[in-house]
C-alpha cells in the first residue's frame, strides 16, 4: 500500500484523536492536496511549522495504530469477508440436500451482502 493511502486510513480511524489544528492541516495536505507553502499562507505559519506538524502528525498516527491495530485488524476481517463471500457464491441448490437448508442459505448470502454492501 502506498503511503498516502497508507495514511488516508490512518487518518480515517484515528483522526478524530487529533487536534483541531493538527486535522485541518492534515486535510488540507492529505485531502485537498495543497502545498506546504500553501498551507502556511492559509495558516499564517512558516512553511517549515507546517512541515514539523505534518511529520508529527504522521508519527502520531503510526504510533496509534502500533498500539490498538484498528487498521490491521480492519483489513484482517476484510479479508475474512472476501473468503466468506467466495464460499456463499461457490454454493448452489444443489449442493443442499433439503429445501429449508437452501433457504438458510439464501438468508445468510443476503445478511452477508448487506454487510458487505455497508463496508
Known sequence: MDKLAKMALLADFYGPLLTEKQRNVWD??????????EIADVEHI????????????????????????????FWLEREKLMEVQALLLGLNKLDFTNLP???????????????????
Open 28 to 37: 488540507l495536505h492529505y485531502q485537498q492536496d495543497l502545498s506546504l507553502a
Open 101 to 119: 437448508a437452501w433457504e438458510r442459505h439464501n438468508q445468510i448470502r443476503t445478511m452477508f451482502e448487506e454487510i458487505w454492501a455497508e463496508t
Open 46 to 73: 512558516s512553511r517549515q511549522a507546517i512541515h514539523d506538524l505534518l511529520k508529527r502528525t504522521e508519527r502520531i498516527l503510526t504510533e496509534y495504530e502500533e498500539k490498538l491495530r484498528l487498521v490491521q485488524r
